[in-house]
């Protein structure tokens, strides 16, 4: 079953029924096309959900008024919306928008057509979602504990 995405919130609802990634070996000792088959494989996206991206992200970034995420540089603020001499509107980010499509496009999920815009406006960046959830109950999801209070 395809899950259509229209804002990121929805994701967030979708991951409460997303399959887990499979977690990797600490060590490995056999051939690198048993690791890849058993530990890699399974975990990329189909080239279905991939190619589906793709056309809703191109047909996004064809209207004038798209708006881009982009890597905040130095001279620019997170969750700030610039533009530039020639029009073009980016928001600077950190690196959780691309986190949150590699791992939207892991699960199979697809941006709904025509919503494409609204994905990316509702995107966040991790230091805003990171008061909207207990680091915490993060690191628990993931699988991992937190030893020191830094």
């Given at each position: 079953?395809?899950?259509?995405?229209?804002?990121?919130?929805?994701a967030r609802t979708a991951t409460q029924t997303a399959r887990p990634l499979i977690r990797s070996p600490a060590?490995?000792?056999?051939p690198l096309e048993e690791l890849i088959e058993q530990y890699i494989l399974p975990d990329l996206p189909t080239?279905?959900?991939?190619?589906?991206?793709?056309?809703?992200?191109?047909?996004?970034?064809?209207?004038?008024?798209?708006?881009?995420?982009?890597?905040?540089?130095?001279?620019?603020?997170?969750?700030?919306?610039?533009?530039?001499?020639?029009?073009?509107?980016?928001?600077?980010?950190?690196?959780?928008?691309?986190?949150?499509?590699?791992?939207?496009?892991?699960?199979?999920?697809?941006?709904?057509?025509?919503?494409?815009?609204?994905?990316?406006?509702?995107?966040?960046?991790?230091?805003?979602?990171?008061?909207?959830?207990?680091?915490?109950?993060?690191?628990?999801?993931?699988?991992?504990?937190?030893?020191?209070?830094?």
């Open positions: 079953m395809t899950v259509l995405i229209r804002t990121a919130s929805d060590a490995f000792d056999g080239a279905s959900v991939v190619a589906a991206f793709h056309h809703a992200f191109a047909e996004y970034i064809a209207h004038s008024d798209a708006l881009f995420l982009l890597r905040a540089v130095s001279g620019t603020a997170r969750r700030v919306t610039y533009r530039t001499n020639d029009g073009t509107r980016f928001r600077a980010t950190d690196n959780a928008p691309a986190w949150w499509v590699h791992a939207m496009l892991a699960q199979g999920y697809e941006i709904a057509m025509g919503a494409f815009g609204d994905v990316v406006k509702s995107c966040q960046t991790t230091f805003s979602m990171l008061h909207r959830v207990p680091l915490r109950q993060l690191m628990l999801q993931a699988g991992t504990s937190r030893t020191s209070s830094t």
